[in-house]
């Protein structure tokens, strides 16, 4: 199985500030990584798909970036609304895995 | 507008069984590959299995082979999640999803207790 290993566990941040979050795959998945954001009693929500594609409706100030192993996921000019656990999510080989979360507060 | 409305979860003694049922609408059912996805309470996102559009094609993680089964009737736009021989480990809200690599829609969520 592939292990998605998922940094920082949490994070506080302040409005307005960016952040980072990172995933480092246990072996090349070729870009095969989404990322997906869920809100407090929510359902996830996909952000990122292809490593860096943005999915319609997500704001721009998301944005991801990476290949093999090495992935990121990049948060600009911080908002409250943006207060929520971060997942990525390898689709390379079955079983697909997720990352274990990012927990995001606002400072 | 795509929505996803997952069913039939509940309280289930351990080595029961349980049948999940999720109805899609707003997209073409039939061509899409869909999944279920768990998550434990407080924990984090777990896949469980996939269907290829047509359900020639199944997937599953291992701690679930041999005891769930993924089906869909793409006539009745429905997805099902057969759940056998149930553990207290598979006490999740289990997610409905659209597309079979990443996950684009998910439904609300229905929660499964394994417990005596």
């Known amino acids: 199985d592939i292990r998605m290993t998922q940094s920082p566990a949490s994070l506080s941040a302040s409005l307005g500030e960016t952040v980072n979050i990172e995933c480092l795959a246990s072996?090349?998945?070729?870009?095969?990584l989404a990322w997906y954001q869920q809100k407090p009693g929510k359902s996830p929500q996909l952000l990122i798909y292809?490593?860096?594609s943005l999915q319609n409706g997500v704001p721009s100030r998301f944005s991801g970036s990476g290949s093999g192993t090495q992935y990121s996921l990049k948060i600009n000019s911080l908002q409250s609304e943006d207060v929520a656990t971060y997942f990525c999510?390898?689709?390379?080989?079955?079983?697909?895995?997720f990352g274990s979360g990012t927990k995001l507060e606002i400072k | 507008e795509v929505q996803l409305v997952e069913s039939g979860g509940g309280l289930v003694q351990p080595g029961r069984s349980m049948k999940l049922s999720c109805a899609a609408s707003?997209?073409?059912?039939?061509?899409?590959?869909m999944a279920w996805v768990r998550q434990a309470p407080t924990k984090g996102l777990e896949w469980v299995a996939t269907?290829?559009?047509?359900?020639?094609?199944?997937y599953y993680r291992d701690s679930v082979k041999g005891r769930f089964t993924i089906s869909r009737d793409n006539a009745k736009s429905t997805l099902y999640l057969q759940m056998n021989s149930l553990r207290s480990e598979d006490t999740a809200t289990y997610y409905c999803?659209?597309?079979?690599?990443?996950?684009?829609?998910w439904g609300q969520g229905t929660l499964v207790t394994v417990s005596s």
């Open positions: 072996e090349d998945i070729y870009s095969d």
């Open positions: 707003g997209f073409t059912f039939s061509n899409y590959g």
């Open positions: 999510q390898q689709y390379n080989n079955y079983p697909l895995t």
């Open positions: 292809n490593a860096n």
């Open positions: 999803t659209r597309d079979s690599y990443w996950f684009a829609y």
């Open positions: 269907i290829s559009y047509d359900g020639s094609s199944t």
